[in-house]
C-alpha cells in the first residue's frame, strides 16, 4: 500500500510540474516568432506499407511559428526497407497546427521522395498528414510522439501509415 501511495504521489508531482511550466511564463508555448527543430526515427515495428516488411527511417524537421499555433514546416527524411534493398530520401514543407496550449497538434506536408530499389529508381510525389502531442519534457525540449499517413502517387504499395517519435526544441 506504501508503494502504491509513493507511486501516486510521485505521479502527480510530475504532472504538476509539467503543467505549471506556463504559469510564469508571460506567453503562450506555442507563440509567433519561436523556431524549432527536431529529430526522430521510425521503426520496424513502428512503420507499416504493402511494399515492406521492415522500414528504418530517420527524420529532420525545422520549423517557424508564423502566426501563435501555426508552424511552417521544412523535413528531410532518409529511410532503408527490406534489409536496405530499398532507399527513400524525402524531402518536403508544410504546415502544423496546435490546438491551444495543449500540445496536441494536426500537420500536412507535400514531400518529394527518391526511391532506389535494387538495380532501378523513381521519383515520387507523396503528400502525408500527421497528428500528435508535444509533451514538455522541460522548457523548451519536448518528447514528440505522432503518427502519420503517407500516401504514394506512383505506387499504392508505398503508401503506408506509421508512428513517429522524436524530441523537438522550442527556442
Do not use: W
Amino acid at each position: 500500500m506504501r508503494k502504491l501511495m509513493m507511486a501516486a504521489i510521485g505521479l502527480m508531482m510530475v504532472t504538476v510540474s509539467v503543467n505549471a511550466q506556463y504559469l510564469n511564463e508571460s506567453g503562450t508555448p506555442f507563440e509567433e516568432g519561436k523556431f524549432y527543430v527536431n529529430a526522430s526515427a521510425s521503426s520496424a515495428s513502428l512503420a507499416y506499407s504493402k511494399s515492406t516488411d521492415f522500414k528504418l527511417g530517420l527524420n529532420a524537421k525545422a520549423g517557424y511559428l508564423f502566426m501563435d499555433n501555426l508552424m511552417a514546416l521544412g523535413v528531410v527524411e532518409f529511410s532503408g526497407q527490406n534489409n536496405f534493398d530499398v532507399l527513400t530520401t524525402q524531402i518536403g514543407a508544410g504546415a502544423r497546427y496546435y490546438f491551444e496550449n495543449c500540445g496536441v497538434f494536426l500537420g500536412v506536408l507535400a514531400k518529394y521522395a527518391h526511391v532506389k530499389a535494387n538495380e532501378s529508381s523513381f521519383s515520387d510525389f507523396r503528400p502525408e498528414i500527421h497528428a500528435g502531442y508535444c509533451f514538455f519534457l522541460g522548457q523548451h525540449v519536448t518528447l514528440d510522439p505522432e503518427v502519420y499517413y503517407e500516401h504514394s502517387f506512383k505506387d499504392s504499395d508505398y503508401s503506408g501509415f506509421g508512428l513517429r517519435i522524436g524530441i523537438g526544441i522550442f527556442f
